[in-house]
C-alpha cells in the first residue's frame, strides 16, 4: 500500500504567541497612556460606514456560504470587535 | 494515533494560555466605553443558485436591551436545498430536496467594565445535527482605543445518512479565538484576528466516494468511499482596516492567513467599499480566495486503496474563487419615534466563480479517465433584508 498522507505539525500561533501577547497587553497596561484619539473625535468611527458587520444575519450567512465550499475557516473579519462608540 | 496525540497537546497547552490571558484581562484597572449591541429586529431572504443547486430560506434576528445591562439575541435561519451537485450527479444519485434549520441564543452582560457573551447555537437537517456553546470576553485598553475580546467554543455533531438508519457518528470541535481591534486616527481603525479550531471524530461526508484508475470497466474508473483522518487543527490570522472618507464613504480592505494539519494552506483577500448618497447607501466588494489541496487529496487515484487516506471533495481541493458584489440600501424611515429609531431595507447581490485547478468533471466519460475538463463553478448569491432598530 503507498503511503502518501505524511502529516506535519503545524502550531504556527497557537499558544505561545497568545501568551505572550496578553503578558505584553498587561505590563503595558501599567502605563500611563494618553488616548490620541478623543471620545469626542469618535464621530466617524461610530458612523454604521465604518462597523466591520455587514449585518450579522447576511454575514453570518455569507460566512457559512465560504465554509461550505472553501477549506479556510476561522478568524473571518466581519466578525470584529469594536470601537466601543456605537 | 499520531494525530490524536498532536490535537491533545495543543489543547492541553493552550487551555493554560487563555486561563492566563483571560485572567489578565480582568485584572486591568482601566476605564472602558463598552457599550451592549443595538437593539434591532432583521428579516432576511437569501438565495444561492449555482451547480443545478438552488438554497434559499427565510431567516429573523431579534436583540432586545434591559437595563442597559443585558442584551439577549435570538436568529433563526432556514435553508431548502434542490437539486444536484456534481457530486451528487457523479455518483449516480438523483436530484434531492432538503430542509436545514439552525436557531440560536445569546446573551451579552455589561458588568462593571467587562463585556461577556455566552450562547447557544444548533443547526439540523435530516442526515446532520450539529451543537454549539461558546462564551467570550472583551474589554477596552489604553483610553478605550485598544478593544481585545477573547472567545471560546465547542461544538458536538452528529453525522446520519438519509439511506441508512443506522449510521451514526460524532465530531466535537473546540475554537478559540482572540479579536483585537485598534483605534488608529479618528478615520481609520484596524482590526485582527486570530482563531485556532480543532475537530475530533467522523469528518469526510458519507455519501462521498473517489474515484481510482480501472482499466476493467469501459469509462476507465471506479468509485470507493472516501477515508479521512479522524483529527484536523486549523489556524486563521486575518487583519483588516477601514477608513473614514470625508464624503460619506469607507473604504475596507482585509487579508486572511490559514494552514491546517491536512497541509491545507489558504489566503483570502477582500476589499470593500460603502458610500452614502442621501437616504441610499451603496456598497460594492470583491474578494479572492486561493488554497492548495489536501495532502491525501486526488481527483484520480492510481488504484483501489492506493493510501490510508483518500479524498476527492472538491472543497479540499486546489482552488481560486473570485466573488464580485455589490449592494444597496435605502433608509425607510429615519427619524427618530418613541418606539423605532430607524428601519432599513437592503439588497446584495454576489457573483461568485470558483475553479479548481485539480478537479475533473467526470461526469465527462468520452475522454480518457484524467484528462477531462477542469470543473468550475458559477453561483448567485442575493439576499433581501429588512431591519429595524429601536
Redesign the interface.
Known amino acids: 500500500?503507498?503511503?502518501?498522507?505524511?502529516?506535519?505539525?503545524?502550531?504556527?500561533?497557537?499558544?505561545?504567541p497568545?501568551?505572550f501577547?496578553?503578558?505584553v497587553?498587561?505590563i503595558?497596561?501599567g502605563c500611563s497612556?494618553?488616548?490620541?484619539?478623543k471620545?469626542y473625535?469618535?464621530n466617524?468611527?461610530a458612523?454604521?460606514?465604518?462597523s466591520?458587520e455587514?449585518?450579522?444575519?447576511?454575514d453570518?450567512?455569507?460566512n457559512h456560504?465560504?465554509k461550505?465550499?472553501?477549506?479556510?475557516?476561522?478568524?473571518?473579519?466581519t466578525?470584529?470587535?469594536?470601537?466601543?462608540?456605537? | 494515533m499520531v494525530a490524536t496525540s498532536t490535537i491533545k497537546n495543543g489543547v492541553d497547552h493552550l487551555f493554560p494560555a487563555f486561563f492566563i490571558a483571560i485572567m489578565c484581562s480582568l485584572l486591568q484597572p482601566i476605564a472602558n466605553a463598552a457599550v451592549l449591541p443595538e437593539e434591532r429586529l432583521d428579516l432576511l431572504y437569501h438565495s444561492y443558485e449555482g451547480d443545478n443547486t438552488k438554497i434559499d430560506g427565510p431567516a429573523i434576528l431579534v436583540r432586545k436591551n434591559f437595563a442597559d445591562k443585558i442584551s439577549i439575541a435570538s436568529h433563526h435561519l432556514v435553508d431548502n436545498v434542490s437539486g444536484a451537485s456534481i457530486d451528487v450527479r457523479v455518483f449516480g444519485a438523483s436530484a434531492y430536496r432538503e430542509k436545514r434549520t439552525e436557531q440560536s441564543l445569546s446573551f451579552n452582560l455589561l458588568q462593571d467594565k467587562t463585556q461577556y457573551v455566552f450562547g447557544y447555537e444548533q443547526s439540523n437537517e435530516n442526515d446532520f445535527d450539529a451543537k454549539g456553546a461558546f462564551i467570550s470576553i472583551s474589554q477596552d485598553f489604553f483610553g478605550d482605543l485598544t478593544n481585545i475580546t477573547l472567545g471560546y467554543s465547542r461544538g458536538w455533531d452528529t453525522v446520519g445518512m438519509s439511506t441508512d438508519a443506522n449510521f451514526s457518528e460524532d465530531v466535537e470541535r473546540d475554537s478559540f479565538s482572540i479579536k483585537i481591534s485598534q483605534i488608529l486616527t479618528p478615520k481609520a481603525i484596524l482590526f485582527a484576528n486570530m482563531e485556532t479550531i480543532s475537530d475530533e471524530g467522523f469528518l469526510n461526508n458519507p455519501y462521498r466516494s473517489v474515484r481510482f484508475i480501472d482499466p476493467s470497466v469501459s469509462r476507465g474508473w471506479s468509485l470507493q468511499p472516501e477515508v479521512y483522518p479522524n483529527t484536523r487543527t486549523s489556524n486563521a490570522f486575518s487583519i483588516s482596516g477601514l477608513y473614514y472618507l470625508d464624503y460619506g464613504a469607507s473604504l475596507g480592505g482585509s487579508i486572511r492567513y490559514f494552514n491546517d494539519t491536512w497541509d491545507i494552506s489558504a489566503q483570502t483577500l477582500e476589499l470593500k467599499y460603502k458610500q452614502r448618497i442621501q437616504t441610499f447607501t451603496i456598497g460594492a466588494r470583491i474578494r479572492f480566495h486561493q488554497q492548495n489541496e489536501a495532502s491525501f487529496y486526488s481527483d484520480l487515484f492510481p488504484f483501489r486503496d492506493a493510501q490510508n487516506f483518500l479524498a476527492r471533495d472538491k472543497e479540499l481541493s486546489d482552488l481560486s474563487s473570485i466573488m464580485l458584489g455589490f449592494s444597496i440600501s435605502y433608509a425607510l424611515k429615519t427619524e427618530q419615534t418613541r418606539w423605532i429609531n430607524k428601519v432599513e431595507a437592503s439588497l446584495a447581490y454576489d457573483r461568485y466563480q470558483i475553479d479548481y485547478n485539480n478537479f475533473r468533471n467526470a461526469e465527462i466519460v468520452s475522454v480518457t479517465a484524467g484528462t477531462e475538463p477542469l470543473f468550475s463553478l458559477n453561483a448567485d448569491l442575493i439576499r433581501f433584508y429588512f431591519t429595524a432598530w429601536y
Not at chain 1, 506535519?8 to 505561545?16: D, E, W
Request: proline share 6%; glycine share 8%.
Open positions: 500500500m503507498m503511503t502518501k498522507f505524511n502529516r506535519t505539525k503545524k502550531h504556527c500561533f497557537a499558544v505561545k497568545i501568551l501577547l496578553f503578558l497587553v498587561f503595558l497596561s497612556i494618553k488616548p490620541w484619539v471620545p473625535q469618535r466617524k468611527l458612523d454604521s460606514l465604518m466591520p455587514n449585518n450579522p444575519l447576511d453570518k450567512y455569507m456560504a465560504f461550505s465550499r472553501e477549506a479556510a475557516r476561522g478568524a473571518e473579519a466578525s470584529g470587535g469594536g470601537c466601543g462608540c456605537n
